[in-house]
């Protein structure tokens, strides 16, 4: 056994997350693509099977009420809450990614209205997931702003009275380069903006802290470190005192003060309510609410420690394992600057991630030259670290002939 | 057995529809609330069971490709076309019916900016479903138009030069009437202005003819005549004609040409792909998937034939066994104005809906005085619309003392 073999197999002994494995369904293969779709929870078909057959087939129509379907939105919010360092009774679970991403800027935009300054002007993450850019371009078409791309570095020195609301992620998708949410946060709240966190690569692989650190809004989505499955709903959280303030651009029927009373002028509810739209999507989010439950006396705190012992461990891996000068580490070496991700750029990564995912080590490609691997503390393991690495080095070896 | 209940074994045993029952999943309640939610295909918890535990318990990410997850948006929106009048390629499913309201409404308004006249106003429905006439208010906010309502006959004569978009509803969710489609299209295209119409409440329940009618823009959800489930994700049909200029509001990345392109700018696909948003909701989708194939063999003429003799029927024994005086029927008796529902006005409806649901037959109340009932084709059969109106007659009989 090699010494890389032997420090795993140490590292797992000592692991105290070790047994949240057992509460995913897994097999053989090495699975490192939970920043992009996490694995099932063992108990997640039971539960859903629940919903089908005896809430929708047997209670119908009753299971809104008897089911509490239509609590669900802030109730899986509040389970979701811990996970990011928010209090009850501000986060609420509905609709994609992209249509939380629309209801918090242009809720910023309205809010930063009354503020002194011009306040016609939305920074947006240059290097963000193209989504969070397409609808902050459409979130400042429609609210009379101009939309001002900027790194997360240049925040600080473009921030002015201009300035409205700022759209940043926590986590680099491409790079897994995690970004200074105190810091930024506080710099766009001393210039008198709104700024607006996208969570999808941070929230369940190390603590947010959206309270604490006086967040305004924030969105995620809920399938990968948070394995609720699938295109499962995401959120949003709205911190409690701006909550009064949050005016929605997309004011359905569910976020109405009596959504029962079928009113036709329009008031809206109080809380975490007001950021729902429609009708809520009781499969997925049922499904996402038992998910939640693999956290159940989990610390965020310990999942980060094993997360960056992960990725520490695999960059050593892949240093003693990969060929000099076959991949160059794009992800910060900085603990504090280090999401739960590792990219590497490499020629011709598209097959090279093919090969790999051929010999049992799922990562994926980002175009055009990234190998990226997620590293999800509840199930992975330094052994699979160590294999994955060294299928890495065998298919690097090889070469591509 | 009364004179009504042998002409329903008749009818029953003459319903060339009565052998759909079967496919659903049913008790012995008579359920009439079906146009709320409706009831569960008998294969769906087998197929969703198939989704949660192999494709993505174990093809895990590979299930966007080999599962057929990434393209589902689509090929369910052509599983409902034929239902609703529409070749393929022009309905895409993903959302609530609230964000696809918003959707259409703006990229209405946004088609009407080339048209001459000012194009500043957006009619709608006064008689709506509330969210409709929430999200028209929005669009209208957002797209520096005036929020106009009218009712549906009021229409033609608001129609004008100032008109840019008009938003209606095929069927009235309180009173059951269906509306003049072809008519109001026709007349909204005459004053140069764009429609689009909510086919909540008549999708799966009479034809709707979108495309012979020249129909804008379409949205309805997925959970009543359609049978999708709890909270199914709703669609949007854009003629096939407009969508080159069908400028979304929500333009997320799921809607861009290259979608894992991941460019900083937005470039929208072509066909219905673009109407689009975020990461689609897959286990919600997959299950209206599968619940569509109830509608194998079926046509959409024959389930019109039968909802109208439901509804008749119902109506013809509420006249006989419900006391004089004590309901009055709020849904047009010519069938060119029904939908597939009857509301009854009720002193103490509240009341009087939980009686009837104690005893086995489900329907729903809607404030502040009325009695609802739908009636599902493929599920509902004249015997059961005998003892619906049976009971009701017992109930107020008896008096709520």
Redesign the interface.
Known sequence: MSELMSTAQELDAADPLAGTRDRF?L?DVV?L?GN??G??PAH??GR??DV??R????L??R??EESG?WTAPERTGDRIAPLIGAAPGQVVVG?????NV?KAV?AAVRMAEGRPGRRDEILVD?TT???D???A??AAR??GCALR?VTPAEVPAALGERTAAVLLNHVDY?TGRLHDLPGLTAAVHAAGAYVVWDLCHSAGALPVGLDEHGVDLAVG?T?KYLNG??????YLYVRRELQPRFD???????S?AEP?????A?APAAGAARGR?????????L?LEAALEVWDGVSIEAVRAKSLALTDFFLRCVGEYVPEGRVENLTPVAHAERGSQVALRCDAADEVMKRLIARGV?G?F??PDVLRFGFTPLYVGFADVERAARVLGEVLEEGLG
Request: glycine letters at 10%; proline letters at 10%; a negative charge.
């Open positions: 369904v097999d699975y693509d992009s779709l694995a099932l997640v078909p859903v099977e089908v057959r809430q929708w087939g047997e119908r129509i299971s809104w379907w609709d994609s990614t992209s249509v629309f242009v240059a997931f193209p989504t850019g397409y609808i371009g459409s429609m609210t791309p491409r989505c399938y499955g699938p295109g499962s709903p995401a929605s651009p997309l004011p359905g029927w569910n109405h029962f009373g079928m009113a036709s329009y739209v429609g009708t809520p999507d009781i499969l997925s989010l499904a799922v994926d980002r175009a």
